[in-house]
């Protein structure tokens, strides 16, 4: 190659790497002007969300059974993330979160084992607890420098990131309430977890429950990203959904649960049913089933349980539905209490369809025919009154297609005859005690308050009212239709006769002494694969009143009892019993005693005290016995162990020998 050629290119490399110079100059001025005019940007505008949770469920007692609460992520951004203390941050994070170390690794990487270069979710489902504390780690990663910045604005980096993805639904009891409470599940939105009722009262009050507002804090942030307080700052406080507040109480509540367990267990029943209202204003303070469930881990077995059977469950009732008959002709003035009915000692033929009676009596007065629960004889009650006026005195007292308005959920219809229909004799009939008509618990409890409450029932409600974000309270009236199907007089009448029941009649079992005691027994066979068998509904209506003013209502439905209970008064009315005790437990009822059966209960509880002091000073024998029998046998054991040790041979002790004389 000649010097020419060498002078040429020597020429074009000097050119190339002045041209490089110059636009690395222009690079580094650009990149220092930008990181100049960046440093003195005014910071920028942030919108912070404060998400709105669901409004909280809470008893008349102040216990909260269902109330929503928030649930935060973590995440970082792996770019800012100093890779020399990582392992630090790891270990960190871990003991903050309760997270293993190995699990928060794997979030680094895609399930193909690419490794993530932006955004990395460490960590969900965080409740508020936990992410207070990792706001507490977040700073003092920032101290720690354990992220650090990167690019053109050496002031600005990303760091630990904790953000509120939603909430979730908390049941603080269990399973308490269930049966009413419903369930809910959630819905996600725009990346945010919402809560939205399914069932009972979650369902039924969705409107207000989620009846929410969420606020914002709009505000300048500095370089790390935290908002800055200025005048200018613009700040809107959340409201949170609406507030139920129940008339049920805890402590009588659980007193009905245990109830209910004893008996479905001795039963053998499928389930239980009951219910305690107050009867001047239909308040229901305790309600419940034998089959509850956990909200949030329902199991298969459990899922014909999630619909409230006060209200979905219609059923023939049996014999409580003669009380509605007797008041319906009295009210009509077609008998009086005293009015004779023959009964043909307990069998009747309607052509081929016979009607029997348990007792057999020649005959019986209208009130004795509810007393002795005869079929016979109300069945002609209700010829007295014809079809017309008996069935549209079931629609006054709220049966067929209408609605109990317990507001705990969906709620079904139940069935009466049409008219046409309802004209024959035999369907009169047995419409008259029970059969050939469904009724929900619901509709009964709202009917046989009427007999409690001069005539008149409003609406069984188990919510009291509703409380806002400003603590303003408010009613829910949806379904509130109140009945009032017979006089004063009459339901005074119909009380004072389902009390000879309770005196003398089918329901001596739930007679408590010093306390006025009415209702009737109902025990009716279920109808299945197109024939009636051996399987029941017992049930008890009825009420418990003291001569201080307190008055409940009370209903008790047991579905299918084993055969050998299958009679109300052997099932259903010692529930009702022990639910009226559970009134006097709690102080809602008190009893007037005599003087005789004062000193009668005095003399049971010493006895009762007597037995457990008894019982405890036997035991503290037994254990004190059975510590010295321990103690015996360990020193019996030690010297059984010491007598079967070889006996250690004697050595004797070596000693220096004697010094000898001296012979020289």
Do not use: C
């Not at 007692?61 to 995440?75: E, L, P």
Request: proline residues 4%; glycine residues 6%; without cysteine.
């Amino acid at each position: 190659m000649s010097n020419f050629d060498n002078k040429i290119i020597n020429k074009r490399y000097k050119t190339i790497i002045k041209t490089l110079l110059v636009l690395l100059s222009i690079y580094l001025i650009r990149d220092f002007y930008l990181s100049v005019s960046k440093q003195n940007l005014p910071p920028k505008e942030i919108k912070l969300k404060d998400i709105a949770l669901r409004g909280s469920i809470i008893t008349s007692d102040g216990y909260t059974i269902s109330r929503s609460i928030k649930k935060y992520s973590a995440s970082i951004h792996v770019a800012y993330l100093d890779p020399k203390k990582k392992e630090f941050f790891l270990k960190l994070f871990s003991i903050y979160s309760n997270i293993p170390v190995e699990d928060l690794k794997k979030s680094f990487y895609y399930d193909n084992g690419k490794p993530k270069k932006a955004w990395v979710t460490i960590a969900t489902d965080i409740d508020a607890k936990t992410a207070i504390f990792l706001k507490d780690l977040k700073h003092k990663l920032n101290r720690y420098k354990v992220f650090r910045p990167i690019g053109v604005n050496k002031n600005f980096y990303y760091g630990l990131t904790i953000t509120q993805k939603g909430e979730s639904r908390e049941y603080p009891l269990g399973e308490t309430l269930s049966p009413i409470l419903g369930y809910t599940r959630e819905k996600e939105k725009d990346g945010y977890t919402y809560i939205v009722g399914y069932n009972g009262i979650e369902k039924y009050y969705e409107k207000y429950l989620n009846k929410k507002t969420d606020g914002y804090i709009e505000s300048k942030r500095d370089a790390v990203g935290y908002a800055v307080y200025t005048k200018d700052t613009k700040e809107v406080k959340k409201k949170n959904g609406y507030s139920l507040h129940l008339n049920i109480s805890l402590s009588l509540q659980k007193h009905l649960d245990l109830i209910l367990d004893k008996y479905k267990q001795e039963l053998e029943a499928k389930d239980i049913v009951a219910a305690v209202m107050r009867s001047k204003d239909s308040k229901v303070i305790a309600i419940t089933s034998s089959n509850r469930y956990d909200p949030l881990h329902i199991k298969q077995d459990e899922i014909e349980n999630l619909q409230p059977k006060m209200t979905t469950y219609a059923y023939e009732p049996g014999s409580v539905m003669k009380p509605i008959t007797y008041s319906l002709a009295l009210e009509n003035n077609l008998v009086t209490p005293q009015t004779v009915i023959p009964t043909y000692n307990g069998k009747m033929a309607l052509g081929r369809f016979r009607i029997t009676d348990d007792e057999p009596f020649g005959s019986l007065t209208v009130n004795d025919i509810i007393v002795h629960s005869s079929n016979i004889g109300i069945s002609q009650v209700a010829w007295k009154l014809k079809a017309k006026k008996f069935r549209d005195g079931l629609i006054k007292f709220g049966f067929g297609k209408q609605k109990s308005g317990l507001d705990i959920g969906t709620e079904s219809y139940g069935q009466i005859y049409p008219l046409k229909k309802m004209k024959n004799r035999v369907n009169l009939s047995t419409s008259s005690y029970g059969y050939g008509i469904r009724v929900t618990f619901a509709q009964l409890l709202k009917a046989y308050n009427v007999f409690n409450n001069g005539g008149y029932s409003k609406p069984p409600r188990v919510v009291n009212y509703i409380k806002n974000s400003v603590d303003k309270k408010f009613v829910y009236t949806k379904d509130y239709k109140a009945i009032n199907p017979i006089s004063a007089d009459t339901a005074d009448t119909v009380r004072n006769t389902l009390r000879d029941v309770v005196l003398r009649g089918t329901g001596k079992a739930a007679n408590v002494k010093g306390l006025f005691i009415a209702g009737k027994t109902g025990t009716a066979m279920i109808y299945k694969n197109g024939s009636y068998g051996h399987n029941y509904h017992t049930s008890f209506f009825g009420f418990a009143n003291d001569d201080k003013g307190n008055k409940y209502t009370i209903g008790v439905l047991v579905i299918e009892p084993k055969y050998a209970k299958h009679f109300a008064s052997q099932s259903a009315a010692p529930i009702f019993k022990e639910i009226t005790q559970a009134l006097i437990d709690t102080k809602r009822l008190q009893p007037n005693y005599s003087q005789e059966e004062i000193d009668r209960q005095n003399r049971i509880r010493e006895q009762k005290e007597q037995q457990i002091q008894q019982q405890q000073e036997e035991r503290t024998k037994e254990f004190k016995d059975m510590l010295r029998r321990k103690r015996e046998q360990l020193i019996k054991e030690k010297k059984r162990r010491e007598k079967r040790k070889p006996k250690r041979q004697v050595i004797p002790k070596r000693t220096a020998p004697a010094p000898q004389p001296d012979l020289f």
